[in-house]
DNA sequence: CTGTATCCATGGCGATACTG
DNA sequence: CAGTATCGCCATGGATACAG
């Protein structure tokens, strides 16, 4: 158990539960469609698998998680209870996407994004032929610079590096930009506007592009009018 | 900063300003009323009270609230971001009493329940004139065993020692089924067949008084039809 | 009443290496 | 691929006492 609280009331039995580092994390990956312990891994690299393997027996023992084999090959799935956490989550990311908004350096990882990123993909949007969209981070180390983007029929890939593909359009921004515009922190006609991104393609491809790269399913809650109110700076010692 | 976990995804953002212990239920003090350090003492007795100036100190530079002098006296107060953890406090309230239902008998506290139970009397049920119901929890050390609400005009008190007034109505039972009802698990009928609850008045009082303790604003959240997956009993070791 | 100051033990967690 | 095994640090937070 994660510390108890010695409390009745039901936030405080349901933050036993919830409220160790990294749990709510692994739920939301595992709303979002991950199943296999890699995938998991893909989704908080941070996190050791010694950390996630404890985390996810936890899970299993609150009733939240269920772990079967499949195929002979393990597989976490939400239980009903576990289900049910779309609520919090949803809650958490609303609130996040509004209030919390400063992205520090390390928040970004092109890896994070680009998996993201092909979960979002709207691929109902794309051609129906296949199609390869570039990706070039210029703000990075070349290791991680550059992606592919592949679209055929219902299948995406994602690979970080050249497929050999024919190229339909080159993007280049920063990560930073980039992240922003999946998050709904920043319209993409703002950053073309500004140049933060330059898309390399034929005029009708270019005006695509932007439906074609899908967007955080919080992007379009709402933000607060006033900015926020202190990020982080500021408010020193007292 | 509660540790960081370098992800941009906002679910992971708001966790890094939420997921530390006792956080969110501070929060949920604040939420349901609380303003004064002493008022928060009393909704989370088991924290120290350097731990909790601590967490207010970050909440307040995470800008979720403010602390303001009124009349001389600190008052801590939740901004519009703080406001907005409603939705994320109502949404952990529900999945906890749906999901996590088992109650240890360290979760039980008769000072925490008296408290809930004050906030959440219904006075406009109650006759106008002063009227007071004993309570008496046979099942714990005799210090905190008797409570008095007293309920005149508007005004709602609670007392562990007889304030002397004559008595409408005395309540015998457990602190677990006091408990119990106050958050909806157990309904007062099912109570009163059982004869977990003695309801000693006459028999139009005894009628009303369970329209007249309160309940949860979470206590009508429908549960989950199969009974819990396991509580915490089995799943043993690996 | 509204906090601070200190002290200490625990265990959480990060890092790394390794196994079936 | 799907985890386990170890190790060691340091921060968290519990307890207690004290101050303005």
Chains 1, 2 share one sequence.
Do not use: N
Not at 16 to 40: A, M, P
Not at 57 to 71: D, I, K, P, Q, T
């Amino acid at each position: 158990m994660g510390s108890t609280y010695g409390q009745f009331c039901p936030v405080a039995k349901a933050m036993e539960v919830l409220d160790e580092r990294w749990t709510l994390l692994i739920v939301r990956e595992l709303l979002s469609g991950s199943q296999h312990f890699s995938d998991l891994r893909r989704g908080v690299p941070k996190m050791s698998p010694t950390l996630l393997s404890k985390r996810l027996r936890r899970l299993e023992r609150a009733g939240v998680l269920r772990r079967v084999s499949r195929r002979g090959r393990p597989v976490y799935e939400l239980t009903d209870c576990g289900e049910e956490l779309r609520g919090v989550v949803d809650a958490l990311g609303a609130w996040g996407v509004r209030w919390v908004g400063e992205l520090g350096d390390e928040d970004l990882d092109p890896h994070l994004l680009m998996w993201d990123l092909k979960r979002t993909i709207p691929v109902r949007s794309w051609p129906r032929r296949r199609t390869v969209v570039s990706f070039t981070y210029t703000d990075i180390e070349p290791r991680a610079r550059r992606w592919w983007v592949v679209v055929s029929g219902d299948d995406v890939d994602v690979c970080d590096e050249d497929p050999g593909y024919d190229v339909d359009a080159r993007l280049t921004t920063t990560l930073r930009t980039m992240t922003e515009i999946w998050r709904g922190d920043r319209a993409w006609a703002d950053a073309v506007r500004r140049s933060l991104v330059t898309v390399d393609a034929p005029r009708d491809v270019a005006r695509a592009v932007p439906t074609w790269v899908g967007q955080s399913t919080l992007a379009r809650v709402p933000r607060p009018e006033r900015p926020q109110p202190l990020p982080t700076s500021q408010a020193g010692v007292r």
